[in-house]
Structure formats: structure tokens, C-alpha cells
């Protein structure tokens, strides 16, 4: 697969609050956070951008608060922040699920710096990376999703139906794929392509 020369790597809300599965349950993709990091690091070394979105919570009870430990990025990504000789860097904040309603504005800004393709990473697959791309794709940017990059938690809906976090993740991806949002792919096409 291509990716572009000045392709965003769009970080999201990968943030220490999510470690906390008493409150949030089981997880899936064991392995996201090493593909995250790599991601991170093959991207900084190229001088490609990276956007790192941060979610700042409304919810009283939620570990995303801002003023919460859980709000703040997990380490491997703080490490990561602002690294010398990388490309061009934006820290987004938000309190809704999709990063392109965040502030400062992200469409604005990759609108300005001419980037046209945007990789989406980060927590969790079934919400804020999917409303993300969602939106990517309907303001018309070629988003990419890195499946195995992203995870999720088992959820409840309605009339009582569980499923679990493999469940909803494979339809998140079956959804933005067939649905024309995104292409979703593993680190290793990304990967491929980037290189």
C-alpha cells in the first residue's frame, strides 16, 4: 500500500486512564501498544507528522478526567512527544469521540500543512478511532485504520446483549472498510508502505 510522503499519523487517546480494566473490562489486541509505538517511531523518523489526541473526559466517574492520573498519555507515548528531529507535531484535545472536533482544529491544520492522508491509531477501535475516521472520510481525506493498532473493550448494549471486544472491533473494521470510510490494514502493511 502507499503511504504518502506527508501522511498524519493520528494518535488516539492513548492515555493511561485505559488501563484501568476494573473500570472499563476486558481488552483485545494485546500487542496494540508495541505497534503503536513502532508506528510512532518509524513515523518521527521519517519526519512525517504525528497528531497526538488526547480525550478530556466530561464524565464525573471517568479515569479520562482532566485532573486524573488516567488523563494523561501512556508513558511509551510521552516518551515519544516532541522527540528531536522529528516532523511537524499537534496535540488535540477533546471531549467528544472524534478527533476532527477537537481543538486546535485538525482539519484546519492538515488542510494548511496540504496533507491529504491520515493514519488513524489508538484507543478505542469501536469509538473515538472510529468516529474519527468516519469523519475523515466524509470531509474527504484517504483515511487508513491500523487494525491491529487499536483495541477496545467488551461492551453492553441494548436489550442486554454483551459482546465482546473481538466481536465489535472485527465489525468496527468490517464497517469502515465496506462502508467506504477507511481501509483498514495491520501495522505490517502500513509498515510495508511507509518504508
Request: glycine share 14%.
Amino acid at each position: 500500500m502507499d503511504i504518502a510522503e506527508n501522511a498524519a499519523l493520528v494518535v488516539v487517546d492513548v492515555q493511561q486512564g485505559f488501563e484501568d480494566l476494573d473500570f472499563w473490562g476486558r481488552r483485545n489486541h494485546p500487542g496494540a501498544d508495541g505497534n503503536i509505538a513502532g508506528l510512532i517511531e518509524v513515523w518521527q523518523a521519517s519526519g512525517r507528522p504525528v497528531v497526538f489526541v488526547r480525550h478530556d473526559s466530561v464524565e464525573p466517574a471517568s479515569p479520562l478526567r482532566p485532573g486524573q492520573p488516567g488523563n494523561g498519555f501512556k508513558e511509551y507515548v510521552e516518551q515519544r512527544r516532541g522527540k528531536e528531529g522529528g516532523g511537524a507535531e499537534l496535540l488535540v484535545t477533546k471531549s467528544v469521540n472524534s478527533a476532527f472536533h477537537g481543538t486546535p482544529d485538525l482539519g484546519a491544520w492538515l488542510k494548511d500543512a496540504g496533507i491529504f492522508q491520515v493514519v488513524l491509531v489508538g484507543i478505542q477501535t469501536t469509538m473515538c478511532v472510529e468516529t474519527t475516521a468516519r469523519v475523515g472520510g466524509n470531509l474527504g481525506y484517504d483515511v487508513v485504520v491500523v487494525f491491529d493498532a487499536t483495541y477496545t473493550f467488551d461492551v453492553e448494549g441494548p436489550f442486554g446483549r454483551r459482546r465482546d471486544a473481538d466481536e465489535v472491533a472485527q465489525a468496527s473494521a468490517v464497517t469502515l472498510h465496506g462502508g467506504g470510510f477507511a481501509r483498514v490494514v495491520t501495522a505490517a502493511d502500513v509498515l510495508a508502505g511507509a518504508t
